[in-house]
């Protein structure tokens, strides 16, 4: 390796580490690091001159380093960058040649030279890898990073498909012997993708079709949502369920709490003597008494009007599961809405996601107050024993102080 070769090395990977966004997934290093690599198997094979092949790769190893700069010209603008270096070189005799490479790596731009036509298959010749796929998936991403520009699958995929048809070719004898069969393969592979994509497209049609042809009949609900919606609504009650008794557990532990505070701790406050116990013994029966009432709140059942109108079930706004909203109607009244609600497909699987939603209403309601009522009981009990704590340590206190005096 010439030593200009190695500077060239140095100094470009040290100028992309240094000045590339983070966002160039495909043209980075290791992009620049390959076309190096595949230039020279080129070069070898095409057998080019050692002073020639000086030339090819410094112009491979600088030809990207323009998107450090500015991508939206990054080919003069890599030639900018290799006037620096060669500058420092003092080798600027070999700009004009090496620029003139780097400037046929535009897409636009038809190679006439052997170098140019090698360091353009460079260039591209992850078109003929067998990890194409990978790098074009780089290259889509750093699309989307870079300019914001995003494909869906089938869009990447016929852009592929298209350049790698009519907008693409190998110039040099070497490149289309050794990568012209695989390109051939990708290509292959994408126009097979393509078509089971567009199966697949077609047949996912044809089901929507079918279920919306489905979704239309007048017909019971599937089994599979009678399942869902049956343990769902099991599951609700069987919480509702607990919640009551968690309550009713609370309500009946802070009314004993009451009687035997009524009937042991109370009488004893008629005696002078036991006047500290008043404070204590009132936040006491705050919090129990508290408790007991957020016990029953968590409780209470909510009356609702039991009425409905023939408007009501014609727009749908009625949920006849619920018995609240039709505990007041006549039976042949009841029979009529429930007979129009069967034949509506849309109105069952509303009511009965109406059911289910304002049960977990409820259900919310309920733990949350059951949740403030655990809490006061369990403050009140912890306060209450501080207090009387206090209050029996505050007693001794002036108890010792008047045996004293």
């Known amino acids: 390796m010439s030593q200009l070769i190695e500077q060239a090395e140095q100094y470009a990977i040290d100028f992309l580490t240094n000045g590339l966004d983070k966002q160039f997934v495909y043209h980075n290093i290791a992009h620049t690091q390959r076309v190096v690599e595949k230039s020279k198997e080129l070069a070898e094979m095409e057998k080019i001159a050692p002073e020639e092949l000086e030339k090819l790769v410094v112009a491979a190893w600088f030809h990207d380093t323009g998107y450090a700069v500015d991508a939206s010209r990054h080919e003069e603008a890599s030639t900018e960058v290799l006037k620096t270096f060669l500058a420092t070189c003092e080798k600027e005799d070999l700009f004009d040649e090496v620029a003139s490479l780097i400037l046929v790596t535009q897409m636009n731009r038809t190679p006439e030279t052997i170098l140019e036509k090698v360091l353009k298959d460079a260039d591209c010749s992850h078109l003929g890898s067998k990890n194409y796929s990978e790098f074009t998936e780089l290259l889509r991403k750093e699309l989307e990073l870079t300019k914001n520009i995003e494909f869906t699958d089938e869009e990447w995929m016929n852009n592929n498909i298209n350049f790698l048809t009519d907008g693409h070719q190998f110039y040099s004898a070497s490149a289309i012997k050794n990568w012209g069969k695989q390109k051939g ?74 009687s035997m505070t009524l009937s042991t701790l109370i009488p004893k406050l008629d005696n002078p003597s036991n006047s500290y116990l008043v404070v204590p013994s009132i936040i006491f029966l705050v919090f129990t008494v508290t408790s007991i009432i957020l016990s029953i709140i968590a409780t209470k059942p909510n009356i609702t009007q039991g009425k409905f109108t023939k408007e009501d079930v014609a727009q749908k706004k009625v949920n006849l599961i619920f018995f609240g909203n039709f505990h007041k109607m006549s039976l042949p009244e009841f029979e009529w809405a429930m007979d129009e609600m069967l034949k509506d497909r849309d109105y069952l699987y509303g009511s009965l996601t109406k059911d289910l939603y304002f049960l977990g209403l409820v259900l919310n309601r309920k733990y949350s107050l059951l949740r403030t009522t655990y809490t006061v009981f369990m403050i009140g009990i912890i306060v209450s024993v501080i207090s009387f704590a206090v209050a029996f340590y505050i007693q001794s206190i002036t108890a010792a102080a008047a045996v004293a005096v």
């Open 185 to 258: 393969k990708n290509l292959a592979q994408l126009l097979k993708a393509a078509k089971k994509m567009r199966q697949e497209q077609l047949k996912f049609k044809h089901k929507k079709e079918e279920l919306a042809l489905k979704k239309n009949k007048i017909d019971l609900p599937e089994r599979g949502i009678e399942t869902m919606f049956r343990v769902a609504l099991r599951n609700h009650i069987t919480l509702s369920d607990i919640a009551d008794t968690k309550a009713n557990i609370l309500l009946s532990v802070n009314a004993i709490i009451i």
